[in-house]
């Protein structure tokens, strides 16, 4: 039986490029990359047939956590971490590696050096021309971004010219599509054993070649019961979704101009019947389909009864 965490690095790889496959040699070929534990696999997607070939797979220094294509769709980033989820017990290799993608057949080849980090990376992304990788880590809750070469391969970290705001406990970090604000997303914790609630917010940012400036928090009721877990944009629309781990609901904030709205226009619940939760529920990714019709959400349960 497939477990959680497996799931969720099929999903998380699955869903990186959602506008294209990355192996474009072929047209109509998809090509999708699971992980179990540290072993990155490729295989060739049939849309008609509904059915999946495996093929080659590499193997990180760790277990991965999330991967993100190049622009060009010819590289793909990984990240992997051997720090256990959650506030489980701390690894120390944590790393993002780049590979170069076949453009005829899809499969994964290792493209320089990997890049180490200081702690668990829980999710990455690249800015929209890809010149850079940004990092979320979650414990503790951090921001970090750093180069990519000319020839995709992955550099140095941009220091960053004043403190960064990165809230408790991250999840989540993303660019705008005109690459001038980068929002990371930042869960907070339920109260728990006696300690009160750590409150969430979207951390939003000016973005420009590498540099995180003038930071501004979007924290509803002070981000009291407000736990976001993931946002993903409209593709034509000033719109924002943004899934709220802890409560089990679906937020839309809008855009003027720049700058994120400070609340929620519309919010939907993300089960069934919110009243009658028989196991702890947990809100997951959010993914808007590339015609902007339909957003994908994903809910989760820590047991069965």
Same mark, same amino acid.
């Given at each position: 039986?497939?477990?959680?965490?497996?799931?969720?690095? &099929?999903?998380?790889?699955?869903?990186?490029?959602?506008?294209?496959?990355?192996?474009?040699?072929?047209?109509?070929?998809?090509?999708?990359?699971?992980?179990?534990?540290?072993?990155?696999?490729?295989?060739?997607?049939?849309?008609?047939?509904?059915?999946?070939?495996?093929?080659?797979?590499?193997? &990180?220094?760790?277990?991965?956590?999330?991967?993100?294509?190049?622009?060009?769709?010819?590289?793909?980033?990984?990240?992997?971490?051997?720090?256990?989820?959650?506030?489980?017990?701390?690894?120390?290799?944590?790393?993002?590696?780049?590979?170069?993608?076949?453009?005829?057949?899809?499969?994964?080849?290792?493209?320089?050096?990997?890049?180490?980090?200081?702690?668990?990376?829980?999710?990455?992304?690249?800015?929209?021309?890809?010149?850079?990788?940004?990092?979320?880590?979650?414990?503790?809750?951090?921001?970090?971004?750093?180069?990519?070469?000319?020839?995709?391969?992955?550099?140095?970290?941009?220091?960053?010219?004043?403190?960064?705001?990165?809230?408790?406990?991250?999840?989540?970090?993303?660019?705008?599509?005109?690459?001038?604000?980068?929002?990371?997303?930042?869960?907070?914790?339920?109260?728990?054993?006696?300690?009160?609630?750590?409150?969430?917010? &979207?951390?939003?940012?000016?973005?420009?070649?590498?540099?995180?400036?003038?930071?501004?928090?979007?924290?509803?009721?002070?981000?009291?019961?407000?736990?976001?877990?993931?946002?993903?944009?409209?593709?034509?629309?000033?719109?924002?979704?943004?899934?709220?781990?802890?409560?089990?609901? &679906?937020?839309?904030?809008?855009?003027?101009?720049?700058?994120?709205?400070?609340?929620?226009?519309?919010?939907?619940?993300?089960?069934?019947?919110?009243?009658?939760?028989?196991?702890?529920?947990?809100?997951?990714?959010?993914?808007?389909?590339?015609?902007?019709?339909?957003?994908?959400?994903?809910?989760?349960?820590?047991?069965?009864?």
């Amino acid at each position: 039986m497939i477990d959680r965490r497996t799931f969720m690095s &099929l999903l998380a790889t699955a869903a990186v490029a959602p506008r294209s496959s990355f192996a474009q040699g072929t047209p109509g070929k998809a090509a999708l990359y699971s992980s179990v534990g540290p072993v990155l696999t490729h295989y060739d997607v049939d849309v008609e047939a509904a059915a999946l070939t495996k093929r080659a797979s590499v193997t &990180l220094p760790a277990n991965v956590q999330y991967a993100w294509p190049h622009a060009s769709r010819r590289y793909l980033y990984v990240a992997s971490s051997s720090s256990a989820p959650g506030t489980g017990p701390a690894g120390t290799e944590h790393h993002v590696s780049a590979f170069r993608i076949d453009p005829a057949s899809g499969a994964l080849a290792p493209h320089g050096n990997a890049i180490r980090l200081p702690t668990r990376p829980i999710h990455i992304t690249t800015d929209i021309p890809s010149r850079h990788v940004l990092v979320a880590f979650n414990n503790p809750s951090a921001l970090r971004v750093y180069r990519i070469n000319g020839d995709a391969t992955l550099g140095e970290e941009v220091l960053q010219r004043g403190p960064i705001d990165a809230g408790i406990y991250g999840h989540q970090v993303r660019v705008t599509a005109n690459n001038r604000l980068a929002i990371f997303v930042a869960r907070g914790n339920d109260p728990a054993g006696g300690k009160p609630e750590d409150p969430g917010a &979207l951390k939003a940012f000016d973005y420009k070649d590498g540099f995180l400036t003038n930071g501004v928090s979007i924290a509803p009721n002070g981000g009291y019961g407000f736990g976001p877990r993931h946002l993903d944009f409209h593709p034509t629309q000033p719109w924002a979704y943004v899934s709220l781990e802890r409560e089990n609901k &679906l937020d839309m904030f809008k855009f003027d101009g720049d700058t994120l709205a400070a609340a929620p226009t519309f919010r939907k619940e993300t089960l069934a019947e919110p009243d009658n939760k028989k196991s702890r529920q947990a809100a997951g990714t959010v993914h808007v389909h590339p015609n902007g019709r339909f957003v994908y959400g994903v809910n989760r349960a820590d047991t069965t009864t």
